[in-house]
């Protein structure tokens, strides 16, 4: 399978525990996002790389986040000290970079965190 | 205003219909677009490009108005697993517009 691989697929945490998720992007892909989707809402944008540099991250991220990606390859998201907020799904996505006009990502099937 | 904005829906239509819907965008550079379907608790899937004025896909069609700063996305011949949620995004933007939920019905 070459698509982007998200692990795990589901994480149920008590409040106040530590969380982290990866995300595997296709291999030839030097960009990678991270976005957060709850029910009936779009998906909503948190972090993104390209290759091992985080070249954005939204103002409405919480510093209980934060996002990796030492080796410009794969990725990885902490939650610290989790809320029931945190609750959704988490998507990552990633795109190659070629040229100057943005080509489309694709996304793994997200990890959907529960915070009891 | 949003960088992205859809209207929510839902937009409920028989099959067989034919059904659009706008997104308007705030960034004139924008020169990529992409429509992607998102079904209920899975992952968004890409749907259509558009890196011109627009694009066709056999009963889908996207076309871009750069003068008014908005992309559509045409359905004809609605089917029933056409209900989905539709999301739209620049390809120079990082956020996506919140989706407009189609339901299609017998």
């Known amino acids: 399978d070459t698509g982007v691989s998200q692990n795990p697929r589901h994480k149920i945490t008590k409040r106040g525990q530590n969380v982290t998720f990866r995300c595997d992007p296709i291999s030839e892909h030097n960009r990678l996002y991270w976005y957060r989707q709850t029910l009936g809402q779009g998906p909503e944008f948190l972090t993104y790389?390209?290759?091992?540099?985080?070249?954005?991250k939204s103002r409405l991220l919480s510093d209980r986040f934060s996002a990796e990606r030492p080796k410009g390859s794969f990725s990885t998201l902490e939650i610290q000290r989790t809320e029931q907020g945190d609750s959704a799904m988490y998507l990552c996505?990633?795109?190659?970079?070629?040229?100057?006009?943005?080509?489309?990502?694709?996304f793994g099937q997200g990890t959907r965190l529960t915070v009891v | 205003r949003k960088e992205v904005e859809q209207d929510p829906g839902p937009f409920n239509v028989p099959e067989g219909a034919t059904v659009a819907f706008n997104c308007t965008y705030s960034n004139s550079a924008s020169q990529s677009f992409f429509w992607y379907r998102q079904d209920c608790r899975k992952e968004p899937k890409l749907l259509m490009s558009v890196y011109s004025s627009g694009n066709e896909d056999g009963r889908f069609t996207a076309q871009l108005n750069r003068a008014s700063q908005y992309i559509s996305l045409l359905i004809r011949d609605s089917k029933l697993s056409d209900s989905a949620t539709y999301l739209c995004k620049a390809g120079n933007m990082l956020t996506f517009g919140g989706g407009t939920r189609l339901m299609v019905k017998p």
């Open positions: 996505a990633s795109s190659p970079k070629t040229g100057v006009i943005d080509t489309e990502a694709f």
């Open positions: 790389f390209q290759n091992e540099a985080q070249l954005e």
